[in-house]
């Protein structure tokens, strides 16, 4: 009787730490041509340092979770390129290509689909 409330408070402990994997992060972020501001496909970005507003290649742009995410092929806005200077939860690339949904709803906290990275406190 005793190992088997011992066995389900340690399954209910690692369930609970599990289901924090799914919760949404603060910012998602794609990967654009600073050039032309359309989103590119995220294999494209490689490196995690914010575009300044000089140099060629692609960069993570960072939406926030309100935000609609963009298709592949389409412009950006309403986001940054500074993901430095953001305060919570990151996750580069693992959105939708076809774009519309919102970011919160796009995204997960570590875990599948993505990398995740925190800044600031």
Same mark, same amino acid.
């Given at each position: ?5 011992? $066995? @389900?408070?340690?399954?209910? @402990?690692?369930?609970?730490? @599990? ?22 496909? +995220? ?5 995690? =340092? +914010?575009?300044?507003? #000089? ?24 986001? #940054?390129?500074?993901? $430095?200077? @953001? ?20 995204? #997960? ?5 993505? $990398?995740?990275? =925190?800044?600031?406190?």
């Amino acid at each position: 009787m005793r190992s088997t409330s011992i $066995s @389900l408070g340690i399954t209910a @402990l690692m369930a609970s730490s @599990l289901t924090g994997c799914s919760s949404s992060a603060d910012y998602a972020a794609v990967c654009v041509d600073p050039q032309t501001e359309e989103r590119v496909d +995220d294999d494209q970005c490689d490196d995690d =340092s +914010d575009y300044n507003g #000089t140099g060629t290649g692609f960069f993570w742009y960072y939406l926030a979770a309100r935000s609609v995410v963009p298709g592949v092929g389409s412009t950006v806005t309403g986001g #940054t390129y500074r993901g $430095s200077t @953001l305060n919570g939860s990151v996750q580069r690339g693992g959105l939708p290509t076809t774009g519309g949904s919102t970011v919160k709803s796009s995204t #997960t906290k570590g875990g599948f689909g993505g $990398s995740g990275r =925190s800044f600031g406190g």
